[in-house]
């Protein structure tokens, strides 16, 4: 199976992007007060690009043999993901304000950025540690 680890990680990758444009985008809608972010097709769209990304890292983890809870950054990003979905939550349906849903949407898009910063570095701390002495 570790013949198939490129085209898995290429599709994680994507899967990431995907996700992370998708959010960025609907987030910016809601924000301007529309109504199409919140349509059924894009929410069924997120939630199968999401399921492709989870595969896609679970295969990943398997293939490495590298896991949450073992592995200090897989670990780190597991807890951010948790951290990002349910500021995802309240930045799109559940924040009560406008400002409520402004606050947790840029803050998801920090999380976001520091999944990736924890992904592309292998470090805890993503690209801060360069700055944590």
């Given at each position: 199976?570790?013949?198939?680890?490129?085209?898995?990680?290429?599709?994680?990758?994507?899967?990431?992007?995907?996700?992370?444009?998708?959010?960025?985008?609907?987030?910016?809608?809601?924000?301007?007060?529309?109504?199409?972010?919140?349509?059924?097709?894009?929410?069924?769209?997120?939630?199968?690009?999401?399921?492709?990304?989870?595969?896609?890292?679970?295969?990943?983890?398997?293939?490495?043999?590298?896991?949450?809870?073992?592995?200090?950054?897989?670990t780190v990003k597991v807890l951010l993901l948790v951290v990002?979905?349910?500021?995802?939550?309240?930045?799109?349906?559940?924040?009560?304000?406008?400002?409520?849903?402004?606050?947790?949407?840029?803050?998801?898009l920090l999380v976001y950025a520091l999944i990736v910063s924890?992904?592309?570095?292998?470090?805890?701390?993503?690209?801060?540690?360069?700055?944590?002495?």
């Amino acid at each position: 199976m570790i013949e198939f680890y490129p085209q898995i990680r290429l599709v994680h990758i994507a899967a990431v992007f995907a996700s992370g444009g998708l959010f960025f985008l609907r987030g910016a809608g809601v924000q301007l007060g529309a109504q199409w972010p919140m349509v059924a097709p894009l929410r069924y769209l997120s939630y199968t690009i999401d399921t492709v990304l989870l595969t896609a890292a679970l295969m990943l983890a398997s293939l490495l043999h590298q896991y949450p809870f073992v592995h200090a950054w897989l670990t780190v990003k597991v807890l951010l993901l948790v951290v990002y979905i349910v500021l995802g939550m309240f930045a799109l349906r559940r924040g009560r304000t406008r400002m409520a849903r402004l606050g947790c949407w840029v803050l998801a898009l920090l999380v976001y950025a520091l999944i990736v910063s924890v992904a592309r570095t292998h470090h805890p701390l993503g690209l801060l540690h360069r700055w944590a002495g």
